[in-house]
T-cell receptor, first 115, second 115 residues
Framework: DVKVTQSSRYLVKRTGEKVFLECVQDMDHENMFWYRQDPGLGLRLIYFSYDVKMKEKGDIPEGYSVSREKKERFSLILESASTNQTSMYLC??????????????FGEGSRLTVL | GEDVEQSLFLSVREGDSSVINCTYTDSSSTYLYWYKQEPGAGLQLLTYIFSNMDMKQDQRLTVLLNKKDKHLSLRIADTQTGDSAIYFCAESMTAGSSNTGKLIFGQGTTLQVKP
């Protein structure tokens, strides 16, 4: 069964703390994505990666960074957490290979609360 | 830029049909998708339609695509309480004639099914 695993389902952090959100996929997918989900706003793309050590900014990258040292792992980093980063974070992966429909496979999500 | 719009809420009675609507802006999108998110979970692909199709049927689900109006709809026949969830419309994002691998999501429609 194909899987995207996010390491933490729930986190509570204090303002100014550094936060790491880890995501691992077992499908040998080239593409990996981090979205945040907020009520009424849907999913907004933070960062994405098409390959190892490669990253590109999405629509809302401010306050975030990412790391992709291995193909299966894509980490989201909040250098100094702020209350407006309280949200649900969703990791996803996909394959750009021919014959695929571009479907994104999602993890279960990490709900982050910043106090 | 690209944008996907959906209404935020729909309430139906069990056994009725549900119709969730979506408008999008990128006329060169290759695929359009419907994802379902159950409470506390990530998103799962429900169905998708290739841009050269007008309709796709899959058991209780019917997807209609009107490319001229950039309008996508999802009809769920004989709606059940287990269909209660958030439904996201998404379009594949292109750059020129190439698929970028990124998806643009709508705000999500919360479907409430009353017994």
């Amino acid at each position: 069964d194909v899987k995207v695993t996010q390491s933490s389902r729930y986190l509570v952090k204090r303002t100014g703390e550094k936060v790491f959100l880890e995501c691992v996929q077992d499908m040998d997918h080239e593409n990996m994505f981090w979205y945040r989900q907020d009520p009424g706003l849907g999913l907004r793309l933070i960062y994405f990666s098409y390959d190892v050590k490669m990253k590109e900014k999405g629509d809302i990258p401010e306050g975030y960074s990412v790391s992709r040292e291995k193909k299966e792992r894509f980490s989201l980093i909040l250098e100094s957490a702020s209350t407006n980063q309280t949200s649900m974070y969703l990791c996803a992966s996909s394959s750009p290979r021919a014959g695929k429909n571009g479907e994104l496979f999602f993890g279960e999500g990490s709900r982050l609360t910043v106090l | 830029g690209e944008d996907v719009e959906q209404s935020l809420f729909l309430s139906v009675r069990e056994g009725d049909s549900s119709v969730i609507n979506c408008t999008y802006t990128d006329s060169s999108s290759t695929y359009l998708y419907w994802y379902k998110q159950e409470p506390g979970a990530g998103l799962q692909l429900l169905t998708y339609i290739f841009s050269n199709m007008d309709m796709k049927q899959d058991q209780r689900l019917t997807v209609l695509l009107n490319k001229k109006d950039k309008h996508l709809s999802l009809r769920i026949a004989d709606t059940q309480t287990g269909d209660s969830a958030i439904y996201f419309c998404a379009e594949s994002m292109t750059a020129g004639s190439s698929n970028t691998g990124k998806l643009i999501f709508g705000q999500g429609t919360t479907l409430q099914v009353k017994p």
